[in-house]
């Protein structure tokens, strides 16, 4: 029996990169809708228990993907409600690679460090939705969190959304660009740092986390000119840089892509899985990086 993976994407157009990583995989046919909405949900799921006995669901699965996360978690949750009984499939989200990415940071970061609990954790521009992932993920492993935000509100929806998900402590600073940097970083007192900021943007110049003392790990997840941690390397993947370990978005990309496709796989090994960043996490936590 095929492998088929329904991807509802809200874009008008949807992912090819979703399409492609999914075959590779292990998926036989991707079932591409677009321009998805809540109110489409139902019905689209409904095709896909409705058509093969319960013992063959575990051959069918569904990925959530598009570029905005918000949007996706809201298809997830009507998804997850249209299941019942016996008729489940496995589903995935990662809008924008938006978990697979923060994973994969995390978990490089983790390794490096050996342990993040009780250690101070800075991610700028920690309001999107790969920095809030991340800071959740590291205040759920015990580490003190300070996110960064252009905008004090914007900051306190994301932390307090961030806290009361993943739990553990989170702070915000405001940080309007990378002349502030310098203040944060004497702030919080970081000993890692990871830029989740938007591509092109420089936020943290060189001089202000370079022979910082405490400072044991930078990663920076943009890989477009200028790069967001000055002095950081795309290709770095476990560098030492001015006595730091450094991670740079292709280092951490390569992880990503295992991460992404180890998912898809699992999803048709059973009907009732359902990847988020928390299980996703769980699952790269026993892959190589």
């Known amino acids: 029996m095929k492998k088929l993976l329904l991807q509802l994407d809200s874009n008008r157009l949807p992912s090819v990169f979703d ?14 809708r677009a321009g998805v909405t809540e109110a489409d949900v139902r019905d689209l799921i409904y095709g896909c228990i409705f058509t093969r006995g319960p013992k063959d669901l575990h051959n069918t699965a569904v990925f959530i993907g598009g570029s905005d996360m918000a949007i996706g978690e809201k298809l997830l949750a009507v998804a997850q ?40 954790v800075l991610v700028t521009a920690g ?3 790969v920095g809030a992932r ?9 580490a003190h969190v300070t996110i960064t935000s252009r905008r004090n509100e914007e900051g306190e929806r994301t932390r307090t959304a961030i806290a009361a998900r993943f739990g553990g402590k989170v702070a915000l600073r405001c940080m309007r660009d990378a002349s502030e940097a310098q203040r944060v970083l004497d702030d919080t007192q970081p000993e890692v740092v990871l830029n989740a900021g938007p591509a092109g943007v420089l936020l943290v ?16 997840l943009n890989a477009v000119p200028p790069l967001g941690i000055e ?30 496709k180890a998912c898809i796989a699992k999803l048709f090994e059973r009907s009732d899985t359902v990847f988020d960043a928390e299980t996703i996490a769980e699952l790269a936590a026993g892959l190589p990086a």
Do not use: Y
Request: hydrophobic share 40%.
């Open 134 to 142: 991340a800071a959740g993920l590291f205040a759920k492993s015990g």
């Open 19 to 32: 399409e492609v990583v999914a075959h590779d995989a292990g998926a036989d046919s991707i079932m591409q």
């Open 127 to 129: 309001t999107g939705p």
């Open 231 to 260: 002095g950081i390397d795309v290709n770095d993947d476990g560098a030492t840089r001015d006595g730091v370990t450094t991670f740079g978005a292709i280092g951490v990309g390569g992880f990503k892509m295992k991460v992404h």
């Open 81 to 120: 409600k249209t299941l019942f009984g016996p008729f489940r499939v496995s589903m995935m989200l990662d809008a924008n690679g938006s978990n697979t990415t923060a994973v994969a940071a995390v978990i490089k970061i983790t390794r490096a460090m050996g342990d993040v609990r009780d250690r101070n």
């Open 205 to 220: 110049p060189r001089a202000a986390w370079s022979g910082r003392p405490g400072l044991r790990v930078a990663c920076d």
